[in-house]
């Protein structure tokens, strides 16, 4: 049985079946533009396409509209991506515009789409194949025109940032027919060339097609090809081009490219010091850690015997200090006082400090240590050191006090 | 240790953070200690001479016949 649709019906299956067909949806088409009207306040833009033969209805919404870079009218001859759709109101099929581009450029954007949506495919703009801009480079390579501003605004932001930077030109043509040519030659020749290991290439803005060599396949190529990471540093920030998209790392403008290729030395050395002065603190106070160990032990033994104390910790005394000794000397070398620092941590570990809290040695005649005073007689010659001097004593008297000795 | 001349500012730095932290814990041994502050003094230097470098090669590079050659250049003014 014949069906009989509804008008709505039959024009939502023609709708349906203009947008199941991929042809019809983000296509281009080029035409002249006629009865252009801007329509206030909505900002949509109503016309319609045309050339020789045929016409078709097209309209632009404001959100779309308002990235169009020129302002079309009627007469003009443009290049319009857009979907094809039925307008069910009318009955009428429209082009619902998404970007519009003047017709002789228009021919460069589609180029740039087309290549971008290959490279895209090929992985090259991946992130994963971005390489790592080094912190410090060893030698800066640029590749541009050395008669344009870019390469002096590179020099001297190169320069204000680490004077003593050693930096690398090779010489290209940025704009016209030789340049991808000669930019993919200097990109190969910084990178035959010793030490370098970031390069910037890229000039200064100007028009769609002054920046053209930056939208070649050859120049992306060459640029995922680079052994050395590559900062790509084309036109002003509106400008994106097929180089800026397959670099390691896009900078807006040259002089923003020296910036990221270059550090600033003094932000470097003071990180340096920063460090510096954090490794000096850590090991006073492993140091001071240790002593208070050490200080612990100190504190509690030479109370019951202090002559215990001084002879058995005087071996580990001396072991610790001279171990100690042997490091600082081979710090002998660094200029900057840590061998002070380490002075006085040694002085609180020497036995010197034993007596320095009060303590003294008694030696007898022949230099023996004294711990006893059993068989000292009255009169005898001793010796005490103390921690500044000594003093030559006669005994007096020899007394034995205490249950742990008994009378001798 | 021996320093290996090769060794790149940024890993230099990031050894010698490695060093700080280690040092800053509790429960580091007096030689491990002394072995790290001496291994971070040779980073500092490693570091330090990195920065100092004065070699200062500037100029332009051409190619004829597969050949390269640096045409020395003077530092632009600042």
New interface residues.
Partial sequence: MTHIWTVSELAGEIDRTLQDNFLFQNCWVSGEISNFKHHLPSGHWYFTLKDDVSSLRAVMFRSRAVRVRFEPRSGMQVLVRGNVKLYDRDGNIQVYAEEMQPAGLGALYLAFEQLKERLTGEGLFAEERKKKI???P??V?IVTS?SGAAL?DI??II??RH??M??????AAVQGEAAPREIV?GIR??N??E?IDVLIVGRGGGSLEELWAFNTEEVARAIAASRIPVISAVGHETDITIADYVADLRAPTPSAAAELAVPL?QG??E??DY??K??QR??S???A??RQLLERLALKAPLRDPFWRVERGRQELDD?AS??QN?MT??MT?KNG?LKLMAAKLDLLSPLSVLGRGYSLTYDQNGQILRSAVGVKSGAQVQVRLAAGRLECQVVKAEIRGDNIGNG | MAMDEKL???AG?ER??G??EA??Q?D?S??N??SL??D??SL??H??A??D???????????EDGE?R?ER?L??E?
């Fill in positions: 080094p912190l410090l060893q030698r390579g050395t002096r020099l001297q320069k204000r004077p003593r050693s930096w690398v030109v090779a010489p030659e020749r910084l035959r060339f030490g030395l470097l050395k990180r340096v460090l510096e954090r490794m850590g090991l106070t492993q140091l850690w240790k610790f171990r100690l490091s081979r710090f660094d840590i | 790149s500012f940024e730095i010698l953070e060093i700080v040092l800053e509790r580091v007096l030689e200690a002394l502050f001496q971070g003094v500092i230097q570091c330090n990195l920065l470098k004065a070699e200062q090669v500037m100029g332009v590079l051409l190619e390269l640096l250049a530092p632009v600042g």
